[in-house]
């Protein structure tokens, strides 16, 4: 029994619950927290799990149950645990797609936002076991997950939560169980290997890929099945000495299996099975003394079939069917021609990187960069046409200039936008954009969780730029400048009402600003805090190198990317006065947003202030 699989699937957080991680406390809940699991209960949509609720209800002792487990410690919740009745889609039969999500009965209603729900959750700061399992979540999970800074479990299985997992999961110092199974995620793992004590891992059941993650040696369990890896068995294995349970199977690896994967100090159960590995395993191979469960199945293994590994036993099952092995028990293979005909059909995502990626990266950008280039030549000419067309009104009639023509991002004296002179074609283009807002600094504060350094995109040459939530759960990017001359309030709010009207369908949006005055400091006289828009979606660049995304992009959606850009760009140059020029324009700064409407980052934005 001691080596018995099934005492690998228990449960991760009943075994911390058992084991005192979460002691349950005689103590009373205090009101801030009590009102964030009423918050929880209507945003969850009353599940069956909460139902029965009062404001009389006493959380801290309720008792634990499949569906709810709630744990406190001095005054404070430590540990929720809610399972709901919504399976996700995939265990309705038919893989999903990702790009083609839609609500329905097993998810949360279209009103629901998944990074509201966080912002909300995270109020309970203490927490080191969080999961949350069947409940119809839906939508990109939130970097803000990384703000529960003692969690030892995340458990988010059996949702529709899909995107790609964000880069900050990485920064947890006490996870033990990480278990993100049985959703819709794609794209790259984030590199694990900083996750100094994580034990299990559970990412089966998506669509991540294509690149085996890197983690770290203190694993016991990993569960990679049925996802999109293509790449080969990392050597770097070899050094899991804790490695009890490893299970690949249903993916698309390639290459030779390394021998030492049999014979891992602590390997008990192995699934291969279900990958396009090839190649013979070796003859004197030996598998270690506590494997007592191997599934090479379905792979392209030629050869004979070592001894270790043979025949199944009283101690050890082996499956080694449909690959084209000889010897032992090799009923129900395919012949040898079969395997070397596949075999030689399936090229190892590295040789395919260095063979063929630079014609076809190549190729794709010429037909990018042809499309791109006709698009902005119909619209330069559009643009000489109107133009033509605005000369000849103002030689009929010149309107005077408005206040707004006396003040300039460069030093001009020329208007920075002028709504009046700009064609009927570049103003609906701002339609559909949300409104543009004064924020308040604690509406600064509050979107990015007090500057939080886990927020921190990175430093440009203007400033500070940190990722943000809004209130409505809007996804914002938050730029700080900081001022060297002490210009008038008043000034910077006119100037920054210029800023204000740059705002385009196919660029990325100035949403608002915030404006901090310091009057005694003795280096910064003012910080303007500049909200942006942030689109997740990734860019042209991503698109059209990753496999999986290139599919999305058929001939009419790059026409669209392409006419987007030349829109954008015409807009950059000709409906301001004076134009902005200089752009750092290429294909990583084409962004597309959920809908695939391009929109242009890093354009160069003008500031009206010189920045210390």
Known sequence: MANSPVLLGLSFSAIVLMAGVVPLAMAQLSPS?????????????????????????????LPPSPSLTIACTDNHITG???VGTKNSSSRDGARPNPARFAVSQQTLSASFSIDSFFTVLTKLSNLTVLSLVSLGLWGPLPAKVSRFHSLVVLNLSSNSIYGEIPQSIASFKSLRSLVLSDNLLNGSVPDLKGLPVLEELDLSDNFLG????????TLVSVLLRNNSFRSGIPGDLNGFGQLQRLDVSTNELSGHIPSFIFS??????????????????????????????????HNLLVGNIPSCVGSSSANRTVISSWNCLSGGNSNY?????YCQKQALAVEPPAKAEKKGSSIKLSLVLGVIGGTVGIAGAFGLLIIVLIRRADARRSFDSKPAKSYADELSFRGSPKSSIDSRRMPQTMRLMTLGLPPYHVFTLEEIEDATNNFDPCNLMGEANQGQIYKGWLRDGTVVLV???????????????QQLDNLSKLRHRHLVSLLGHCIVTYQDHPNVASTVFVVLEHLSNGSLANHITDWRRKEILKWPQRMAISIGVARGVQFL????????????????????DESLTTKISNYHIPLPFKVR
Not at 333 to 337: A, I, M, N, V
């Open 264 to 297: 891992l100090p602590s390997i008990r159960y192995l699934s291969l099975q279900e990958n396009q590995l090839g190649g013979a395993l070796p003859t004197n191979l030996s598998c270690g003394g506590h494997l007592t469960y191997v599934d090479i199945s």
């Open 333 to 337: 293979q395919h012949t040898y021609s």
């Open 479 to 493: 730029k700080c400048l900081k001022l060297k001359q002490r210009s008038l309030p008043q000034n910077i709010v």
């Open 33 to 61: 927290e009590t009102r964030v699991l009423f918050q929880i209960q209507k945003q969850l949509e009353y599940p069956e799990a909460l139902q029965g609720w009062t404001n009389w209800t006493s959380f801290c002792y």
């Open 80 to 82: 929720l645990t809610i």
């Open 573 to 592: 140059h000709a409906g301001m006065a004076p134009g902005i020029f200089g752009n750092d324009l290429k294909i990583d700064n084409v962004l597309l």
């Open 210 to 217: 294509p690149e085996f993650p890197l983690l770290g040696d």
